[in-house]
């Protein structure tokens, strides 16, 4: 048996099933006259779980200044601490504890922050469908409104004409007035 292949990935053709669905949830919206601007942030943030909010929170903290410098602080306290002689040093160079150390905090840090740049996509996700469903229902207003500004220009066109219609009728009256005949 041959499989006929579509020429479209499933992707593509998921995310048309779905446009095709948020179009029909918008006719009706609009039809009820609801809103369609939401914050897609707080949506976002609604569906997060507790570990999420922390690893959010995490990544936040690890990938700021404040911690790059903290934390070139403590390595040089290390560092320092485990170099003088004055007191017993308890990881002698080449720091083979403080590369464990090290080793750990990258090996929770790495994980965490990828979740954390996952999420990030799926609020880009959440934001883009939102723009696209407030863009399509500019779109269909601006459709309605145009088909409604031809049926008035329509209506303005065909009162115009008849009022010509009139006015040609007259015109001609008088113009048969002024010849002395009689008016049709």
Excluded: C
Aim: aromatic share 8%.
């Amino acid at each position: 048996m041959s499989k006929v292949l579509s020429a479209e990935p499933p992707e593509v053709l998921a995310w048309q099933k779905k446009a095709a669905r948020i179009e029909k949830e918008l006719q009706e919206k609009i039809r009820r006259g609801e809103r369609v601007s939401k914050n897609t942030h707080v949506i976002h943030l609604e569906q997060l779980t507790f570990g999420q909010r922390v690893s959010d929170k995490l990544a936040d903290v690890a990938g700021s200044w404040r911690f790059i410098f903290a934390f070139g602080v403590v390595l040089g306290v290390w560092v320092l601490l485990n170099t003088v002689a004055l007191i017993h040093h308890w990881d002698k160079y080449p720091y083979i504890l403080l590369n464990l150390f090290l080793s750990m905090l990258a090996a929770i840090q790495a994980p965490v922050i990828m979740m954390s740049q996952n999420r990030q996509e799926d609020r880009d996700r959440v934001r883009a469908e939102h723009d696209f469903e407030v863009n399509l229902k500019a779109e269909l207003e601006i459709q309605q409104l145009s088909k409604k500004l031809d049926g008035l220009r329509e209506g303005q066109w065909e009162e115009l004409l008849a009022i010509q219609k009139q006015q040609i009728t007259l015109l001609e009256a008088q113009l048969a007035l002024l010849q002395g005949g009689k008016p049709t």
